[in-house]
């Protein structure tokens, strides 16, 4: 990075975001130093106002910059359904399927032996409060197709037994619009397991 | 994007680097509020770095954080020799192949009458000030292999013609470990006229 060591600090940054290698990363930083006058300014801008407007939500851990966040807020959502995700950008997926009209949890993560995620680290005890004070009687686990997904669905399967609340988790299988040639063998596996008659 | 502002600010603002689609600048958004107590801050200061510290080499053009860049402080180089770039991103790739050891200059750009960059937007009168004053013998022109190279490669051929000063254009043709059955017509139109004989 021709020994400049404010540049070497921004690419040092910039390549902790997701995907973002070094190369990419010295090519972010070119960009801004290109435009020096104007971009940093307004990347700082966006920085700050998320520091300083966006927090969770103290009910469903959504990210929001209101006291609730939008789908708690809503009165036209059912109030004995909830989709637990591991992340706030999760929800937007979901919500853009356009079939599901219920609440959502955010846990902030999947259990994790190995990275030391732990259930303290989740959003698990909020999640028991909720389905014992709430009326709740479906808890939809939309979580990841891997081993920490499938070790959260298995604790929350755990903690929901017993309870009389109808837990599901969305189903596995090969994505629509996809060429059979290129599914992996354990959907395939999954995907013939959960076939649905016709 | 959830309905907060403050993120879609920031989604907007990292949608406009290279390369960072909308998709893309959601999931380094995200990234950015699950680690908003640590990140921000820190990419805020390498950018406040950068904007304080780095500056045009006033000879070269390059970026610097001191009076002259180091191309034009190191005593070991040539001083007959000034090898011509786009940007100082590509300095970089030429100091990798560790076969130059002239000087360079920055033009900030090439030509394009498409996009309104004319002559006067590029370090040429620069340019031309250095073929002036200084004992420039050679001149190495490493432009882009583009429409906006090309333009820019004619323009400075036609103000360096008739000044005793050797100029040229590094080779075009196939790259070193490329597949022939991946390089498309126009390379391999230039790498057979460019052949070299052996």
């Known amino acids: 990075m021709l020994q400049i060591s404010a540049l070497e600090k921004l690419v040092h940054e910039l390549s902790k975001l997701p995907g973002i290698g070094p190369k990419t990363a010295q090519r972010l930083a070119y960009y801004v130093l290109k435009n020096k006058d104007t971009y940093p300014e307004k990347l700082k801008e966006g920085l700050e106002r998320v520091q300083a407007e966006v927090h969770e939500c103290p009910h469903c851990f959504n990210f929001t910059d209101a006291d609730l966040c939008i789908f708690c807020e809503d ?3 059912r109030n004995d359904l909830v989709c637990i995700v ?3 950008s999760d929800i937007s997926r979901i919500e853009s399927s356009g079939v599901y ?5 955010v846990l902030h993560g999947a259990l994790s032996p190995l990275e030391g995620v732990g ?3 989740l959003k698990l005890k909020e999640l028991m409060l909720r389905l014992e004070t709430e009326e709740i009687k479906e808890v939809i686990l939309a ?3 891997d081993l920490e997904g499938d070790t959260t669905v298995l604790y929350i399967s755990r903690l929901v037994n017993g309870k009389g609340i109808r837990l599901s988790r969305i189903a596995q299988g090969i994505p629509i619009g996809s060429d059979i040639d290129y599914i992996d063998e354990r ?3 999954r995907a013939l ?3 649905i008659e016709i």
Request: hydrophobic content about 10%.
């Open 75 to 77: 009165q036209n959502r």
């Open 86 to 88: 591991e992340e706030p």
């Open 101 to 105: 009209n219920g609440r959502y949890h």
């Open 119 to 121: 259930p303290e680290q």
């Open 143 to 145: 979580l990841d197709s």
């Open 187 to 189: 959907t395939m596996g």
């Open 193 to 195: 397991q959960n076939r």
